[in-house]
């Protein structure tokens, strides 16, 4: 029998390594790509992160502050209605005296004996009249005689009024209940009609005045409750009692007042206060300032994740705000505010979201 011709050992070693190259290069390879790689990012993992947080809309009362000042409900100047010596002034200034107490006397020099003499005079006329009138039905005195008569006692009585009248205008009592602040006259001095003799305050009910600007005319009406901010941080409780229907002319804002109690009287009328105008409580979202961004088109707003995960940009109105913390409504009731990697993603972005506490364990 023929023998098979036999490779060189070289070629046959040759011809191994090849085989061996080849099934290194492709069956290893498909024993690899059977599985993914552990390190190979995922979809989710590729996303840019951002902190979120779910803010809740809660009710909150705004209020408005405006400066203003504090001023006496009530405040007159006592002036005198005749000319005439004081004769008696019996309060001192800064007494507290009551409704219709007397301030202040002027010598009323013949008043009294004049007035006497008109009430005799209207006496006698009566008693004229009377008895005309008698005759009159005995057709003993004529029609022209009893109208005469009449006129004559219309007279007196006029002429009486009038005394009374001048001799009232010489006691000058109070028109309220409050304190004499001012007395500008003492015993013996002469005054003229008109003239300023003190002037009288009644610091138990006060106005506290400022101007609304007139964006907020809409915020604030009557009745609403303010508290009135003393300097030293004292508060007064009272509520708006006029908003005034046109604005003024050089500032355009409204005159506003809050009537407030003093019952303590303290003296604080003329001084400043700030009025803190509490509004209707309404839906809103207490947020950081910092969460605040402007759009393209510079509308105020805050950016948020919906439910795709999808970066959103909502407007906001903004009630108020201070350093540490912003109320703003426009939101929805329940909403996923980015805090954290906002200013590195756009609306229309789709984000991976994770809370502060995914972002510590992470850490």
């Known amino acids: 029998m023929r023998s098979r011709p036999s490779l060189p050992p070289a070629l046959l070693a040759l011809l191994l390594g090849v085989g061996l190259l080849i099934w290194l290069a492709f069956g290893d390879t498909q024993r690899f790509q059977s599985q993914a790689p552990a390190d190979r990012p995922t979809d989710r993992d590729s996303l840019p992160r951002v902190e979120v947080s779910l803010s809740r809309a809660q009710p909150h009362s705004p209020h408005v502050r405006l400066q203003g000042q504090l001023e006496a409900r009530q405040a007159v100047d006592l002036r005198a209605r005749r000319a005439g010596t004081v004769s008696e002034l019996p309060h001192a200034q800064g007494d507290r005296v009551t409704d219709g ?63 009374r009248e001048d001799l009232d205008d010489t006691r000058i009592d109070a028109p309220f209940a409050g304190t004499l602040d001012r007395l500008d006259v003492d015993p013996g001095d002469y005054v003229q009609i008109g003239e300023t003799l003190g002037q009288l305050v009644d610091i138990e009910r006060l106005d506290a005045k400022a101007w609304l600007p007139q964006r907020r005319i809409d915020d604030v009406s009557e009745g609403m409750p303010s508290a009135v901010i003393l300097l030293d941080g004292r508060r007064l409780d009272g509520r708006v009692s006029f908003l005034a229907s046109r604005a003024d002319d050089a500032t355009r804002s409204y005159p506003l007042e809050v009537r407030v109690s003093n019952p303590q009287r303290l003296r604080i009328a003329g001084a400043s206060a700030t009025l803190d105008i509490t509004l209707p409580a309404r839906p809103a979202h207490r947020i950081s300032p910092a969460l605040l961004v402007l759009d393209e088109q510079g509308h105020l707003g805050v950016k948020s994740v919906d439910d795709d995960d999808t970066v959103r940009f909502l407007p906001i109105e903004l009630i108020s ?31 991976t979201p994770v809370t502060a506490d995914e972002t510590r364990d992470a850490s």
Do not use: C, H, Y
């Open 101 to 163: 107490e007397r301030l202040v006397t002027l010598d009323p020099g013949d008043l009294p004996a004049r007035i006497e003499q008109a009430r005799a005079q209207l006496a006698l006329n009566d008693s004229e009249l009377e008895g005309a009138r008698k005759l009159s039905g005995r057709n003993l005195v004529s029609n022209n005689e009893l109208l005469r008569l009449k006129s004559e006692r219309a007279t007196s009585l006029a002429q009486l009024a009038t005394l």
């Open 321 to 351: 705000a201070d350093a540490t913390q912003a109320w703003v409504g426009g939101l929805p009731d329940e909403v996923r505010l980015i805090t954290l990697g906002g200013g590195f993603v756009e609306p229309g972005q789709r984000v």
